[in-house]
Each structure stands twice: as structure tokens, then as C-alpha cells.
């Protein structure tokens, strides 16, 4: 039996491939990267037309919105989907996310790639170690003092909370270089560097210090957010798994992963990420060919028994915000009730 389990993501694996799925799509990303770049030029015309205006936070808005869809690409070359070469998407990578958001490239992939494989394990995935927020009965139950009041209420925190995601982000990302100055590691730091110097002049040049700061509190403040609501639903309340269960690389996957139902606009909006389960699959996948490969591996997994779950947008946060609750509510280690 296990030898048969273990051939099932051999034998999906083998059906992508022969459907093409896995190719490299360059004139897509083409004119993603094109169309994501000439948007950030045109706002940052507008910023510059609209001076010392209050209309400036409609065009934070607007820039919290480009400021993620720039992350997707940072994500997608951290995954090797742009390029064909290793080198070209770190250099993509580098660009993306130190110089065009300011995070840190090389943090970012070693997170991710840990993540990845394995999702959902306590001991072992770094999105789900406690925090700001406890995701596991572990966690939940060794918490003690402030934190362990804290975290009867993290589901009303959780919206509120990814304000400041951008800004988390940053702080591990300097954390992270700093904790090893290697050549790479300074190279980070300087794109880094420079991308919050342009940033910082351009927006203090530009506006009065209130709006500027409003400016950049609304900017950041919702790129957050969205970052936030796109990575959210996709494991929160999941089952977690750990090297201890019984399931392989097919399996593990898909049973820590939720899809999201939608349409172009929401593989758009998401970054398509809304296909998690395949691109926790086959994570090289060109982003726009996940839904391609949608049915492919439902159909595969039900011929399995494997579940497999997709549901709306609305409905993954009423999951991620009741696991929360059931989380945080959980009776501390050796407590007793009446």
C-alpha cells in the first residue's frame, strides 16, 4: 500500500508533464511584467501631478494595490516560473522584492521554500509558528499570562493585525540580512536601502509631512492587508500534519491546501494563488497555467479518495477566523474547568 501511495505523485506528475503544463509561458509573463510596470510609471505621474493633495491617498490606495501584484512576481521568480535560468529569476527576484517593495529576496525564498515543504507542520513551517497569533492547540495551550488573554481574541485582531504585515515583513527581512553579512546578504541590504531612501524622498518631497506620513500609513498600512487576505486562506484551518503522520508528498499537500472558487478576475486578484493546491504541487507551474491544471488534479485526487477542497473567498475567511477562535479558546496545559 505504501509503495502505491508513494507512486501517486509520480504518476499525476507524469500527466502534467505530458500536457505541457510545466513549459515556461515567457510571453505571458511578458506582458505581465509589462503591464504591472507601465501601471507603477502612470501612478507615479499621478503622484507627481497631484502634489500636496489630499486625493494623494487615493493613489496610496492605488499603490497598495500595485505593491502586491509586484510581491505575485516576487513570489513567481522565487518559484522559478518567469525564466527558464535560475540566475535570471533571482535577478527578477532581487528587483521584485528588494528594489520594487523592499523586502528581502533571500529571506523570502528560504521561508517559502521551508513552508512548502511542510505545510502546516508545527515544528517545521515557519507560517505557522506563534506569534502576534496561534494557530495550533500546542501553541494555544502553552501560551500563559497577557498573550494567553490575548489569544481568546486574535480572531477579532486578525483583519486588524495585517495592517502591520508589511511592516513585519520588513523587520524579518533586516533581520535576516543582518544575521548573516555575507556579500549576498549586504547586496540585499543596499537595494533595500535604496528602495526606502527613493521612496521616503519622493513621498516627503512631494507632500506636506502630515499627508506624508497618512500617505505612507494608508499605503503600507493596506498593502498589508492584501498581502495578507491572499496568503491567509490558503492553509489557516487546515489540518496540520507533521513527519509523524502517515501521508506522502501527493497527499501532504493537498489535504493541508485550500483552493478558492472564482473566475480571471480572481486568479488576478490573488495572484493565483487561489490554486493552491496545485501550486503546492508544482510549484515551478507558470502561475497562468494553474488553472489549467485544476481539473487534471481534482479528477485525480477523487479517484483516489484524496479530499480536496475548494470553496468562495468569503467563506475560507469564515474558516481561518473560526479556527482562530477554536484556537485561542482552547484550555491552557493542566488547567481544569467547571
Known sequence: MQTLRGSE???????????????????????????????????????????????????????????????????????????????????????????????????????HSRHHAHPNDEDKDPDVEAGALVFTSGQARAARGPARMFYR????????????????????????????????????????????VAYLTAVFLVLSPGKAVLFVVVHQGLFGVYLGCSFAPNHKGMPPLSAADDANYLRRQVLTSRNIRGHWLTDLTLGGLNYQIEHHLFPSMPRVNLRHAQPLVRAFCAGRGVSYLETGLIPSYAMVLRHLDTVGNLQPAGSTTR
Open 153 to 196: 481574541y486574535q480572531a477579532w485582531a486578525f483583519f486588524p493585525l495585517l495592517t502591520l504585515e508589511a511592516l513585519n515583513l520588513r523587520v524579518s527581512s533586516v533581520r535576516y540580512l543582518l544575521g548573516d553579512r555575507t556579500r549576498p546578504r549586504v547586496r540585499e541590504g543596499l537595494l533595500i536601502l535604496a528602495h526606502v
Open 9 to 111: 505523485y509520480a504518476e499525476l506528475s507524469r500527466q502534467i508533464k505530458a500536457s505541457g503544463l510545466l513549459d515556461a509561458r515567457p510571453g505571458y509573463y511578458a506582458l505581465q511584467i509589462s503591464v504591472v510596470l507601465a501601471l507603477c510609471a502612470g501612478g507615479a505621474v499621478v503622484f507627481l501631478l497631484a502634489g500636496d493633495s489630499w486625493w494623494q491617498l487615493l493613489v496610496a490606495v492605488a499603490f497598495a494595490v500595485l505593491s502586491t501584484q509586484v510581491g505575485f512576481l516576487s513570489h513567481d521568480a522565487g518559484h522559478r516560473q518567469i525564466f527558464r535560468t535560475a540566475r535570471a529569476n533571482r535577478l527578477a527576484g532581487l528587483v521584485f522584492t528588494n528594489l520594487g517593495v523592499g523586502f528581502s529576496y533571500g529571506w523570502w525564498v528560504d521561508k
